[in-house]
């Protein structure tokens, strides 16, 4: 009974361990913990790099159809490639999560693909508020809409 008693502890020590090290940019999405290889590590793009695009690096923030939070963290921006962030936050039949995305930067969008089946994320800039930011998330033929905003 005793040694039942230990391992039931022991699990439980490791399972808080284990959530306690998902970063978080809020309470919806997980992301990389700070100071882990997998950190955030946002570089500012150069100057050769048009202002309009340069526009992504950062941090954008939102709901994707009022109900599953999503953050986007460009951290590269080296035309035509991307290094990004996607982090999205749990649902009603899954976990939240994140992984990190090379993708592309095509005319005046970054467009995130990843992933069996594939998931595609395209990232447009609201050319009057520079602020804001429309992503569409396709996934097996649905289409999901969010409305992001840059996180200062």
Do not use: H
Not at 27 to 35: A, R, V
Not at 101 to 125: A, F, M, N, Y
């Amino acid at each position: 009974m005793k040694n039942l008693l230990v391992l039931m502890g022991i699990f439980i020590l490791l399972g808080l361990t284990g959530c306690a090290t998902t970063g978080s940019s809020g309470p919806w999405t997980p992301l990389p913990e700070p100071g882990t290889v997998s950190a955030i590590n946002v570089i500012l793009p150069g100057p050769e790099v048009p202002p309009e695009i340069a526009a992504y690096s950062g941090i954008w923030e939102g709901t994707f159809d009022g109900a599953s939070a999503a953050t986007i963290i460009v951290e590269q921006i080296t035309p035509p490639k991307v290094v990004a962030i996607y982090s999205w936050g749990p649902g009603s039949n899954y976990i939240g999560g994140w992984t990190r995305v090379i993708g592309r930067v095509e005319r005046d969008s970054v467009v995130l693909v990843w992933g069996q089946p594939e998931r595609v994320v395209t990232l447009k800039i609201n050319p009057q508020k520079r602020n804001l930011a429309t992503a569409e998330y396709t996934r097996g033929g649905s289409v999901l809409r969010a409305a992001l905003f840059r996180k200062e």
